[in-house]
């Protein structure tokens, strides 16, 4: 299947810093790229929908200004998590799309705010 | 409202005992349903996509099936290295609309 590569897979962070998630489709060019977040026991949750150079659409409740997202390529897109906090706290996943609908998932980032 | 709803929650089997995961979906118009396999920690991966009542995929001992109204996940003689939890996701409409997940049947497979 196709690869697409998010990292880093893990991170911890201090209250009030920013953090920068990274996802790459490595073997194919991904023209969307959606922003899921996941709570233990509990469905996969929409953030934003992102096109290739075009700004993201997010879900009703989320906040654009505190999730930034950017897809500059059809290789990369890139969610920010601005001046987090303890309920950011969560696993963030990104899933790629990409020519005959396919639908591939990055590995997840596990965000941990203190 | 597009909706998935997994049951059951959660399904216990005995290595060798067949059964059957379930996926009921209201959306409007269907293009594709999706099945996925997640480990703990870990990001979903990929299984299956199906496209219209009536079709069928399999891989190893996994088959999907569709109808208009929701879809099996089946699993034949099961190992314990199948247990996971094993996500369903519907997208309507046309390709580069989001996927909306259930929230997941984990299955947990003992020898």
């Known amino acids: 299947g196709a690869v697409v590569s998010q990292h880093p897979s893990r991170v911890i962070c201090k209250s009030g810093t920013s953090v920068k998630i990274e996802c790459r489709s490595l073997d194919f060019q991904a023209t969307t790229m959606f922003w899921y977040r996941q709570f233990p026991k509990q469905s996969l949750m929409l953030m934003a929908t992102?096109?290739?150079?075009?700004?993201?659409?997010?879900e009703q409740g989320v906040e654009k200004d505190k999730f930034l997202i950017n897809h500059a390529s059809l290789t990369l897109s890139t969610l920010t998590v601005t001046s987090a906090h303890p309920e950011d706290s969560s696993f963030y996943i990104c899933?790629?799309?990409?020519?005959?609908?396919?639908?591939?998932f990055g590995a997840g980032t596990r965000l941990s705010v203190l | 409202e597009d909706q998935v709803t997994q049951s059951p929650e959660a399904l216990r089997l005995q290595e060798g005992e067949s059964s059957s995961l379930n996926c009921s979906y209201t959306v409007s118009g269907l293009r594709g349903l999706f099945w996925y396999r997640q480990d703990p920690g870990k990001g979903p991966e990929f299984l299956f996509t199906l496209y219209s009542a009536g079709e069928e995929k399999e891989k190893e001992r996994l088959k999907a099936t569709l109808t208009k109204k929701e879809s099996f996940l089946h699993i034949t003689a099961p190992k314990p290295e199948d247990s996971a939890t094993y996500l369903c996701?519907?997208?309507?409409?046309?390709?580069?609309?989001?996927?909306?997940f259930g929230k997941g049947t984990t299955l947990s497979v003992s020898s």
């Open positions: 899933l790629a799309g990409g020519p005959g609908n396919i639908q591939y």
């Open positions: 996701a519907v997208q309507a409409n046309q390709a580069g609309t989001a996927l909306i």
């Open positions: 992102s096109n290739e150079g075009s700004k993201a659409t997010y």
